[in-house]
């Protein structure tokens, strides 16, 4: 499309645009350096970088060079990233000196893109004599959970990653026409549809930030003004949307994944929304690996069919003899095809035990992924996803290794063993409850910030309760099912401090109200006694109704506490209100209080400060009056 169409938009984020010739030229000449470099088939690259064009110009260009490229999200812990980066490394990443401050990585080559020059650099693709890239060479490696206590990275190949894009194309049906929303971070692997999706017809793939994806508000704005037609999303982003309040769009495709979508959420969408698409793969088959568009009837079923296998991709039910369970059956899903991953990196013996060859299906062995999954064939042929045999959960989206948070509790100070479970509140919100055995006491909150060093916000536990011993067996393993329901206690809550003024009490009876607790002290962190990003986003709402304000989802993120946020509250406050004060009744005299005056006003409401902000610091004078007489008046 840079040649058939060079003056097609082709990437949209903010104020920025590219076209199709902009983001064909940028990509070659980050290309040609890295070639120059040294990159080429079998190189690795890795990408830090925030969510912008510059991202995705940088993925065109490492594919460019024959490179495969291994995404990174900013947000994760800087021990996590290192971890990653001395696992794969990489001939060089590509970043930002503001993202790597705290990297503790031995990669040699850092290149910080806002210090880059490439003008001496061709604007000309990359000649078949610099670059022959085949089927079965790598496109990317991702990182996922892993069981070991460390990410394990998945290396998919350009087969896998074309038959997708193909498949996604004879499913939804894109045209020149459609606007792509690109919500996903880059290091989930459901972005790779955002992204590149749109280069099979010259469609416009609109790239919402960080802080976009995380606002109800801002992300249903970029729908309407963008005139999104195809948004892909998880269930609890689509929640989101829906909580706040969103309008809807009936021209829009709607693609949900990542994790089980309920029927009274599909239901929703499906009032809100043209054609509503239920996908279900694990990373390790490239993306997705079943589709089914929804119908209404579908919705007044228990739970919604994740449906047929797409294009070049085989489904196998077995039991624990690795045969075929009979239709209607409850069996492990395995899938084969060329969506199949290459394995993992440098893992031989976990790719050997996931990754394994069947024999009694047919004269020819296959090769297939173990999901892990369990799953059975609906009346009509579609497959109906059951939940997992294992210790792997699904939470918001996110693939978790329930052993992998056990592996950072236990290597905590103290800490003799742990055992992670997946647990429902009151609400129906699902979250992670840590029990752990120790030879003193642990202070929770402590123990949540240690955590925060080496694992991702979605997998730190919202609960730690210390036992003596687990519950056991009969044959001597943990009785998971026998563990304590965790206490208010086992939450990451500072020392109790009640609320101090009318603002801090009411964002205490809307966090109490929100997350089911009856006590919050001013210090607690919503994000440590039971807060998420889906509840963040219902929070936001409901404080912006409640004291007419404008504050926003990033807001809670970086004042995360009943004190800090209230604090936040104060200053968004001053900006776009003013106390106006009439003395005396005297319609030619109006006193305008002052900044610092105003805010003294807003510490009294706050904290319960004193009545000095009665007292008018400054006054602009509108109309004639005799401001001796106003000061008496003051006086009186």
């Known amino acids: 499309f840079a040649s058939q169409t060079p003056d097609a938009i082709a990437l949209v984020c903010g104020d920025e645009v590219l076209t199709y010739a902009q983001l064909n030229a940028r990509a070659n000449q980050l290309a040609h350096k890295l070639i120059e470099q040294g990159s080429t088939i079998g190189s690795k690259v890795a990408i830090l970088l925030e969510r912008s064009v510059d991202m995705v110009v940088t993925a065109a260009a490492v594919m460019k060079s024959g490179a495969a490229y291994i995404p990174l999200d900013p947000s994760l812990p800087s021990d996590r990233i290192d971890y990653m980066l001395e696992d794969a490394k990489p001939s060089c990443i590509v970043s930002e000196s503001s993202l790597l401050s705290e990297s503790k990585h031995s990669i040699k080559h850092v290149w910080l893109l806002s210090e880059m020059a490439f003008d001496d650099y061709s604007l000309e693709n990359p000649t078949k004599a610099q670059v022959s890239v085949a089927a079965s060479d790598l496109i990317y490696y991702i990182y996922t959970s892993g069981s070991t206590g460390r990410p394990k990275g998945v290396m998919i190949n350009h087969c896998s990653v074309h038959n997708f894009l193909q498949a996604m194309q004879d499913k939804l049906k894109l045209s020149a026409d459609d606007n792509v929303l690109a919500l996903t971070t880059f290091s989930f692997d459901i972005a790779v549809l955002e992204l590149y999706l749109p280069w099979l017809t010259g469609a416009t793939s609109h790239i ?40 809807g769009n009936s021209n829009l495709t709607i693609v949900c994944g990542g994790e089980a979508l309920s029927p009274s959420t599909a239901k929703r969408l499906m009032q809100l929304g043209g054609s509503i698409w239920n996908m279900y793969g694990p990373t390790e088959t490239t993306v997705w690996s079943t589709a089914t568009q929804l119908s209404v009837q579908d919705t007044e079923l228990p739970s919604l069919p994740i449906g047929f296998p797409i294009n070049n991709t085989q489904l196998y039910l077995l039991d624990s003899q690795l045969q075929l369970v009979p239709f209607g059956a409850i069996g492990e899903l395995y899938i084969g095809g060329d969506g199949l991953a290459d394995g993992y990196y440098r893992q031989k013996n976990l790719t050997e035990d996931r990754f394994v060859e069947l024999h009694s299906l047919g004269a020819e062995s296959t090769r297939v992924y173990k999901t892990g999954d369990l799953a059975r064939y609906g009346l009509d042929g579609r497959l109906q996803y059951l939940g997992r045999n294992d210790f792997q959960i699904k939470l918001r989206g996110h693939r978790i290794e329930l052993e992998e948070i056990e592996q950072a509790i236990n290597s905590l100070d103290h800490v003799h063993a742990s055992v992670v479970t997946a647990r429902t509140d009151k609400r129906g919100e699902q979250y992670l409850a840590a029990y752990i055995i120790t030879d003193s006491e642990l202070n929770v909150t402590n123990v949540h910030k240690a955590l925060e060093s080496l694992l991702p916000t979605y997998m730190l536990p919202r609960s730690i309760t210390v036992l003596d011993c687990f519950p056991l067996t009969p044959n001597k393993k943990v009785d998971r099912n026998a563990l304590p329901e965790p206490q208010h206690s086992d939450l990451a809550v500072a020392s109790f401090e009640a609320p101090k003024g009318a603002i801090e009490q009411q964002l205490a009876s809307l966090w109490g109200t929100l997350l089911d607790l009856e006590k919050i002290s001013r210090h607690d962190n919503f994000f440590m006694i039971g807060g998420h990003s889906l509840l963040a986003a219902k929070l936001v709402v409901q404080i912006n109704a409640k004291l007419d304000c404008e504050l926003q989802v990033k807001d809670l993120f970086e004042h995360s506490t009943i004190k800090s946020l209230a604090e936040k509250l104060a200053y968004i406050m001053l900006e776009t209100h003013s106390k106006v004060i009439r003395i005396a009744d005297r319609e030619e005299m109006l006193l305008v209080q002052s900044y610092a005056q105003q805010r003294i006003w807003f510490v009294n409401e706050f904290g319960g400060g004193s009545d000095a902000y009665n007292m008018v610091s400054a006054y602009e004078v509108v109309g004639q009056f005799d401001v001796t007489r106003a000061e008496r008046a003051l006086n009186e």
């Open 208 to 247: 919402a930030t960080k802080s976009d994806a995380s606002d109800p508000s801002r992300l249903a704005d970029i729908i309407d003004s963008s005139v999104i037609t195809i948004a892909q999303a998880t269930p609890t982003t689509w929640n989101m949307l829906l909580d706040n309040q969103w309008s």
